[in-house]
């Protein structure tokens, strides 16, 4: 691995890096921008769904990465005031990486290599890119299967959601799928009980065990599930302390994922 | 209620609102900034345990609030760009309030007050004022009789950490006391049993039913909590999938809430 060195901001061959702030919100034409170690980590590891296009260091920080970093993998390294100039704002953590989306999966692939038990959650109408990230995380973490995102959800390759799902998105294979009806459908075809986590259900979450093959179905803060699509799945609740609001969502689907995963 | 119009950003008599995003890592001398409409209402509410100041609103909100805003508050409205102007930054929200913190009650006082089946939460070396506002979040979620921090947390009516509270820091009781030694001495003797999350323990926290005095013990993400702490506790584990490394804190302490407190 050759590190070639970038001085001038404006070099073309860094392009991709340039002004990310601003172009994470638009298309990329299949790629993503991460940050920091634990996602650049994932994105090198065995674990990622996702291949590595090239890398951009602070050069102080190449030697820690070295062992890890592909013989044939583009990386670019530059002093931090060229780092800052070219990301457009202050790169504390002085490491970014451009990587390749997973080819896009169609819903009932994903649903087909699932197992017996297999807990899908999936999520409708997440437009924050902090709860992206933390549904990621925490589906990571308690072993889903995968996640369904409808349309109306944001992407989850954009940089914060990344690194708030610490590199979950890499890893954990999600597909996005039409509308919340239409997952609905896709999951009791392939012998899911979906589990829609609602404030106003009479059932509790707790009383829940886990086995069988469970989808677990969450909406976004403000709007929740739509009423229609409750009213398909098996609604249940975690109860909340007298008048206050709710939790978030992300913690929501954590809840539910340890009750239905748990072992005792 | 009469609106003060403000028209000048550096206006004196709204000080407590400049520049607020560098001035909230400073001490206010008891006084905390506030944003948003849901915080502010709880502040207005009989449940908060902090008095308001005085608010700072965009014209146009006014009318929102007037049902609720008492009397005697001193409430000052500006235009658009000079809210912007005396923030220092967009304030998209449109909606500041200066508050006064609650007196700081002993650590014995908020044990003595809570019930026999009460839950207490207690953080340990909690730096960020993202998970600061979830671990309130969810202590008002589920009901807990309040949360102690040891003097290494961050102040949780840092500005962020309300917000991210949903209005939370306002209302569950909370106290600062020295160690995570001294908290888990002063718990014990007040009766209750202390459970520490960590994900070293072989127990699991789904083996756990209701019921008693307990306090949930939770560290900081990075290196969790104190070997010689632990060992005092009775440790409990939320198991991961293979691998991954761990669940943000404050969705630890909700799925430990969860336990704790569910009905069924």
């Known amino acids: 691995m050759i590190p070639i060195e970038i001085q001038n901001p404006a070099d073309p061959r860094i392009a991709a890096y340039r002004d990310i702030r601003e172009r994470d919100l638009t298309g990329r034409q299949g790629l993503f921008v991460a940050e920091g170690e634990v996602v650049l980590r994932t994105l090198l590891s065995p674990a990622s769904l996702c291949r590595p296009v090239s890398l951009l260091m602070a050069k102080k920080r190449l030697s820690r990465f070295e062992a890890v970093i592909p013989e044939d993998l583009p990386v670019f390294v530059a002093d ?7 990301a457009g704002f202050h790169l504390h953590r002085g490491l970014l990486a451009v990587g390749q989306k997973p080819v896009a999966r169609p819903v009932e692939d994903l649903l087909a290599d699932a197992g017996d038990d297999a807990v899908i959650l999936a999520a ?14 925490n589906a990571a973490a308690f072993g889903a299967a995968g996640l369904l995102l409808d349309d109306r959800c944001c992407d989850p390759f954009y940089r914060k959601a990344i690194r708030v799902s610490v590199g979950a998105v890499l890893r954990v294979p999600h597909a996005v799928s039409g509308t919340g009806e239409a997952i609905v459908t896709r999951l009791e075809k392939n012998g899911f009980e979906v589990i829609a986590l609602t404030p106003g259900a009479t059932e509790p979450l707790s009383g829940l ?11 976004s803060e403000g709007p929740g599930l739509p009423e229609t699509l409750m009213k398909r799945c098996r609604a249940v609740a975690i109860p909340m302390s007298g008048g206050f609001d709710s939790l978030n969502v992300a913690v929501t689907a954590a809840i539910a994922l340890h009750q239905l995963t748990r072992s005792a």
Chains 1, 2 share one sequence.
């Open 209 to 219: 065990k886990p086995g069988g093959r469970r989808a677990i179905l969450v909406g």
């Open 124 to 137: 409708i109408g997440i437009g924050n890119h902090d709860n992206m990230g933390g549904l990621f995380r």
């Open 80 to 86: 931090q005031e060229v780092l800052d100039a070219i």
